[in-house]
C-alpha cells in the first residue's frame, strides 16, 4: 500500500469558491495505491463505438471509495484517533469503512433500516459500527452530527465536500489516460452529484451528463432552472437507492452549473432494462442507480458519439434480486 499524507483537511478553493482540476490531480496522487485502475470497455450501441468506465469493479464495489480515501488521507492525528462517522444507504458506507480500516481509524456509519443486505453486510465486515435509521421521519445529517459532535468525530458526507469531490474525479483522470480517443461527453449517474462534479473538474473538455431516476431528477431540474430545487416530498420511490438523494448542495450544483452539465432522467423500466443488459450482453453485476447512466443509453435518452463514456458505478446487488431481474 502506498504511504498515505496526513495533512490539514484545508482546501485552497479555486473561481467562485469550488475546487479544482488541479487539486483532483493531487487527489490522484494522495490515494495512488489505495484504489485500483478500473476497466474502460469498448461498447457499440445503436450502432456507435462508445466507452464503458467500470467503477462496480473498484474495490467495495463502486468509485466511492476513490473520495473517501482521499478524504480520510488528509486527517491529522487527533481526528484520526477521534474517527469518523458518514451516512450512507451503502456504498458511501462500504468506501468510507474501507478506507477507515485500512488507516487505523474508527468509524461509525449511519444507515437507513431499508439499506441492502450486501450494503449492509460488507460495511459491518469492515469493521465500522452502524446506526439504523428511518428513511421518512428521521433525519440521517442530524443523527449523523449529533453522533460526531458526542465523539469528537469528523462527518464524512458522501458529496457535500470538497475532498470528496475531488477524489471522485480520479476516475475521470484515469479514464482519459485509459482512453484511445478524445473524451467528448461523460454520461454519469448522479445521486447528490460528487462523482458528476469531480468528473467535469477532471475532463473539462468533455460535456457532462448526470442521470437520474424519475422523480428524483433534482440536479436536472435544478441545473434546468439556475438554482437548486429539492425532490418533491411526495416522490415515489425507486429501485436507486443509491441516488436517492433529496437534496443536492451548493459545491456540486457549482460545478455542474459552471461547467454547463444538464440532466436527463430515466425509468424504473429504463434501469431494470440496463441491469439485465449489463448481466447477459457485459457480464456485470451492476446495482440498479450504477446502472442509472447505462439506461439512459440504452433508452436514446442521451446522443451517443464518438468519444462517449458511460458511467457504470456501483455492482452492490443483492444476489437473489439480480437474479429475479435478469432471469
Same mark, same amino acid.
Given at each position: ?176 489516460s485509459q482512453c484511445p480517443e478524445p473524451v467528448r461527453r461523460i454520461i454519469v449517474c448522479c445521486g447528490g452529484?460528487?462523482? /458528476? @462534479? ?6 473539462? %473538455? $468533455?460535456?457532462? !451528463? +448526470?442521470?437520474?431516476?424519475? *422523480?428524483?431528477? &433534482? ?76 439506461? /439512459? @443509453? ?6 451517443? %458519439? $464518438?468519444?462517449? !463514456? +458511460?458511467?457504470?458505478?456501483? *455492482?452492490?446487488? &443483492? ?9
Amino acid at each position: 500500500m502506498a504511504h498515505v499524507r496526513t495533512a490539514s483537511a484545508k482546501l485552497l478553493m479555486g473561481k467562485d469558491n469550488l475546487p479544482t482540476r488541479e487539486q483532483v490531480v493531487e487527489a490522484g496522487e494522495r490515494i495512488r495505491g489505495l484504489v485500483v485502475e478500473t476497466p474502460l470497455r469498448p461498447l457499440r450501441l445503436g450502432g456507435h463505438a462508445v466507452w464503458l468506465k467500470c467503477e462496480s469493479l473498484q474495490t467495495g464495489g463502486s468509485f466511492k471509495l476513490r473520495g473517501a480515501s482521499n478524504r480520510l488521507a488528509l486527517l491529522n492525528e487527533a481526528e484520526r484517533r477521534a474517527g469518523v462517522v458518514a451516512f450512507s444507504s451503502g456504498n458511501h458506507a462500504q468506501g468510507v469503512a474501507i478506507a477507515a480500516r485500512r488507516l487505523g481509524i474508527p468509524a461509525t456509519i449511519v444507515m437507513p433500516a431499508d439499506a441492502p443486505a450486501p450494503k449492509v453486510a460488507g460495511t459491518r465486515e469492515q469493521g465500522a459500527d452502524i446506526v439504523f435509521y428511518d428513511r421518512v421521519s428521521e433525519d440521517r445529517v442530524a443523527i449523523s452530527h449529533a453522533l460526531a459532535a458526542e465523539r469528537g468525530a469528523v462527518v464524512v458526507p458522501s458529496f457535500d465536500d470538497p475532498h470528496i469531490i475531488v477524489g471522485q474525479g480520479t476516475a475521470g483522470l484515469e479514464l482519459l489516460s485509459q482512453c484511445p480517443e478524445p473524451v467528448r461527453r461523460i454520461i454519469v449517474c448522479c445521486g447528490g452529484g460528487g462523482l /458528476a @462534479a469531480g468528473l467535469a473538474l477532471a475532463v473539462p %473538455e $468533455a460535456e457532462i !451528463v +448526470v442521470v437520474e431516476p424519475e *422523480g428524483w431528477d &433534482d440536479m436536472r431540474r435544478s441545473l434546468e432552472l439556475g438554482h437548486i430545487v429539492p425532490v418533491p416530498a411526495d416522490a415515489r420511490p425507486t429501485a436507486c437507492d443509491a441516488l436517492q438523494t433529496p437534496l443536492v448542495s451548493p459545491l456540486t450544483f457549482g460545478v455542474l452549473q459552471a461547467r454547463g452539465a444538464t440532466g436527463v432522467s430515466v425509468s424504473e423500466d429504463d434501469v431494470r432494462a440496463a441491469v439485465r443488459f449489463a448481466w447477459h450482453e457485459l457480464g456485470l453485476v451492476v446495482e440498479p442507480g450504477g446502472a442509472a447512466a447505462l439506461a /439512459a @443509453a440504452l433508452a436514446g435518452k442521451v446522443t451517443l %458519439e $464518438a468519444g462517449t !463514456v +458511460v458511467m457504470v458505478t456501483g *455492482g452492490n446487488m &443483492d444476489p437473489a434480486t439480480h437474479a429475479a431481474w435478469v432471469a
